[in-house]
């Protein structure tokens, strides 16, 4: 395929996805949490390596990290890490470049610019740790979620919104007489 505004616009589409995918998923994570009184005692980690494996990334987060899996550790994974594929920080920066290549590009950079923002700003060590740090996190991926919203309706409003036609004189009916 040839790397025209076609091909942006599909790189766009396909990070946008991908990072609410894996915010999605995360918030579904802290909603377990949430419902845990134990904070999920011993078993974090497991539920840790299930988000990482719902994801596909169980492999890949043992080659960076090791082979100790952590809530922390998880988050600054999926969310931040630029080597990875499907973290939301690597869907941003490819976003920001498929952009790039297009006209008309400053709104929609700004949004994605807020999103990484607040990726930046999060304190990722206290979310998700245990069940108390899980309602933090449930608020913090309902951020995320609406950072991406907004960088998705900037993004239609800059490039698929049609502008209305100035108002044109109604056409004259044509009433046909039988013969």
Not at 53 to 78: C, D, E, H, K, Y
Not at 141 to 150: E, I, N, T, W, Y
Request: proline letters at 6%; hydrophobic letters at 40%.
């Amino acid at each position: 395929m040839s790397h025209d505004d076609t091909y942006a616009f599909l790189v766009i589409g396909r990070d946008l996805e991908r990072g609410g995918h894996d915010d999605r998923v995360l918030d579904v994570q802290a909603g377990i949490l949430i419902g845990r009184h134990d904070g999920a005692g011993p078993y974090t980690d497991l539920m840790w390596m299930g988000v990482l494996r719902s994801l596909s990334a169980l492999q890949m987060f043992r080659r960076i990290a090791g082979p100790m899996v952590s809530g922390p550790a998880t988050l600054n994974f999926l969310l931040r890490d630029l080597q990875f594929p499907r973290s939301v920080e690597r869907c941003l920066v490819e976003i920001s470049r498929a952009l790039l290549e297009l006209v008309r590009h400053d709104d929609p950079m700004a949004g994605c610019a807020e999103v990484q923002q607040l990726l930046e700003r999060a304190d990722l060590g206290s979310l998700g740790a245990d069940g108390t740090s899980a309602v933090a996190l449930h608020d913090y991926a309902d951020r995320l979620q609406q950072g991406l919203g907004k960088l998705h309706e900037l993004l239609v409003t800059t490039y698929f919104q049609m502008e209305p036609s100035p108002a044109a004189p109604a056409p004259t009916p044509t009433v046909l007489l039988p013969v």
